[in-house]
């Protein structure tokens, strides 16, 4: 997620933008730059790399001023590279922008620029932010920058410099955080907490759809519609580690809680009048997504449980073959590929070296190879045909939570959208999976203000070094998802089981007071499923069930129950996983161990 940083004061803006960047490093980033209006012009510098690059840059070229933007860029729209770092400018270097977010209609504005005669010289959509600047300046900065975010939609944090009225500065909040520092004689702008923690703990927290005007000496907040906004200095008492975790213990929590926004972002602009439209993204025509006769799914770890998630929702939509491959397996099982197999290559990192070697061995035996990744520019989004980004912005704990569940995501928006170009889903089943896709930001929410009924059971299982996790069908997938986090948070010892398979020797193992986590979701198979914890109960488990809301079944047959909102049976593992990720990380603290780093294990696998 990129960091934004501002300076307006009597300093050298320089060294806080520098040192506010440097603060925000944990956010992830590929790129830094700054822009800082010099008394005569904004001068602006910028490159691909670390931030000590432009550290380094810059030393040789000292940027003057007291008025400037800063931006550590994790590439969204283009390539890691110069040209797509940020600021931005307009053509005439009147306006300097920075961004945090995604701007849906950029193309769409883009198009309308360039018939206007503005050049671009980046692949971003932030860049149309700075034309549209000039585009429609109308002599007064504010009100430009009200009738530029009124053309804008996605999600957008802004910091705007113009030389016009260089003795202010402007930062605009829409769906991605931004905080105005309140100091003495300066004022500053920061995506987070931290970078502004040295200098002040005053802060104003922007709410959506509002905006701040900055100077020297004053801080004016104000809706994009002009209503002034009066509130309250909010004084910050966190010191600067639990401000990088926005508050909470640990990156691993906070990701669980950035779900609602990873799935949100990950939808936005892929459903378009209530139909599910990847065509802008995948390069497939209509003809060749017809022609594919097999699917291959290949990951590592979660990725591949989101694999696993994909057979049940490619093969139950789009009707393909697909198989699920770990990806350390599959190059050495030589695999049967051909121009008519998709396969598609699912990694956070996209850097796994073991999804990478099997993306080469499929592209080396002639299949479609289609990425679905958290890493803009990384190699396996690079070395693939087509690319999916999940949304989900960086990962930083080392137990993967929102990264997987927007591989889900973008999962069912492949179902759909390949189910649909094949002929294969009725309007009412689209309109009814869109809908549900919908609702599942606030529905994850929902589960999550279960936290305090999941942490009282997690920490009474921490003592044991045996659990179970049953399931069938997607619940089976979701399971296996849980096992693992379980596993490798809290080194608890868990197997998750296809729920009908138990009874094929692994039964035996069942005794007194065994905790069992038993998931229910799948409506087609409940009562199966209640069969399946009847066996398990009789031989003295204690089993906690998960449940879709309403259920009167399911609850009589288990000790506990968890309840997850009603969603289209595909869609379920979204909202189950997360009690599941949150089970792992409470019974990871209650044994005290390191939540973010557990041991023997690395965020991400580049050695096969
Ligand atoms: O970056 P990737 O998605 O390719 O990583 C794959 C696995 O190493 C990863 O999902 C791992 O299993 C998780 N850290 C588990 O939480």
Redesign the pocket.
């Known amino acids: 997620m990129c960091g934004i940083v501002g300076y307006i004061g009597n300093k050298e803006a320089q060294n806080f933008l520098l040192e506010g960047l440097s603060k925000l490093e944990y956010r992830g980033y590929d790129s830094a730059g700054l822009a800082i209006y010099n008394g005569e012009a904004i001068s602006v510098q910028k490159t691909k790399g670390r931030l000590a690059d432009l550290a380094n840059k810059i030393s040789s070229n000292v940027m003057k001023g007291s008025i400037g933007i800063g931006h550590t860029r994790w590439a969204t729209h283009g390539k890691p590279s110069d040209e797509n770092s940020h600021p931005h400018l307009d053509g005439t270097e009147q306006f300097a922008v920075v961004h945090n977010g995604i701007i849906e209609n950029y193309m769409d504005l883009k198009e309308e620029l360039i018939e206007k005669g503005h050049v671009f010289l980046s692949e971003t959509d932030t860049e149309v932010i700075a034309k549209l600047m000039a585009d429609l300046y109308d002599g007064d900065l504010v009100s430009t920058v009200r009738k530029v975010a009124k053309r804008l939609s996605g999600a957008f944090a802004l910091g705007i410099l113009s030389k016009h009225e260089p003795n202010k500065l402007v930062a605009v909040r829409m769906a991605s955080p931004l905080v105005i520092g309140v100091g003495e004689e300066e004022n500053f702008i920061a995506s987070d907490i931290p970078a502004i923690l040295k200098h002040t703990r005053d802060v104003y927290i922007l709410e959506d759809g509002e905006m701040a005007v900055i100077t020297e000496g004053n801080v004016e907040l104000s809706t994009l519609d002009g209503a002034e906004v009066n509130r309250e200095v909010m004084r910050v008492s966190w010191d600067i580690e639990t401000a990088e975790k926005g508050g909470y213990d640990h990156f691993m929590m906070k990701e669980i809680y950035e779900q609602p926004k990873a799935i949100r972002d990950t939808l936005a602009g892929r459903i378009r009048n209530n139909q599910v439209d990847l065509s802008q993204e995948i390069g497939l025509t209509v003809e060749q997504l017809k022609g594919i006769e097999k699917i291959q799914f290949v990951?590592?770890?979660?990725?591949y449980h989101a694999g696993l998630v994909g057979k049940y929702v490619l093969e139950g939509l789009a009707r393909i073959p697909v198989e699920t491959d770990i990806a350390s397996e599959y190059r050495y099982r030589n695999p049967i590929v051909d121009e008519k197999t998709l396969v598609v290559v699912?990694?956070?990192?996209g850097?796994?070296a073991d999804?990478l070697a099997a993306l080469r061995e499929a592209k080396s035996k002639g299949a479609r190879v289609l990425a679905i990744t958290n890493v803009v520019g990384s190699s396996v989004a690079r070395e693939a045909d087509d690319v999916l980004i999940t949304w989900a912005g960086p990962e930083i704990a080392?137990?993967?939570t929102k990264?997987y569940t927007s591989q889900l995501i973008v999962v069912y928006l492949l179902g759909a959208y390949l189910a649909k170009a094949r002929g294969l889903l009725s309007e009412e089943t689209m309109t009814e999976l869109v809908t549900n896709l919908q609702q599942l930001p606030e529905q994850a929410e929902k589960v999550l203000a279960q936290e305090q009924t999941v942490e009282a059971y997690a920490r009474s299982i921490a003592k044991h070094h045996n659990l179970f996790f049953l399931g069938r069908g997607l619940d089976y997938a979701v399971a296996l998802e849980g096992s693992?986090?379980l596993k490798?948070l809290s080194y608890i010892h868990s197997e998750a089981y296809a729920a009908g398979e138990l009874k094929h020797g692994t039964l035996a193992l069942i005794e007194e007071g065994i905790p069992v986590i038993a998931l229910g979701t799948q409506k087609a198979v409940l009562d199966k499923m209640i069969s399946n914890i009847q066996e398990v109960k009789a031989r003295g488990a204690y089993v906690l069930g998960f449940a879709p809301e309403g259920d009167n079944e399911l609850k009589k047959s288990v000790d506990e129950v968890i309840y997850i909102p009603v969603t289209h049976d595909l869609l379920a593992p979204v909202l189950t996983v997360i009690p599941l990720q949150l089970i792992s990380y409470y019974a990871c603290q209650e044994r005290g161990y390191d939540v973010d780093k557990p041991r023997n294990?690395a965020?991400?696998?580049t050695v096969e």
Do not use: D
């Open positions: 990951a590592c770890g979660t990725a699912v990694s956070q990192s850097e796994t999804t080392v137990a993967s990264a693992l986090k490798e294990l965020k991400s696998v």
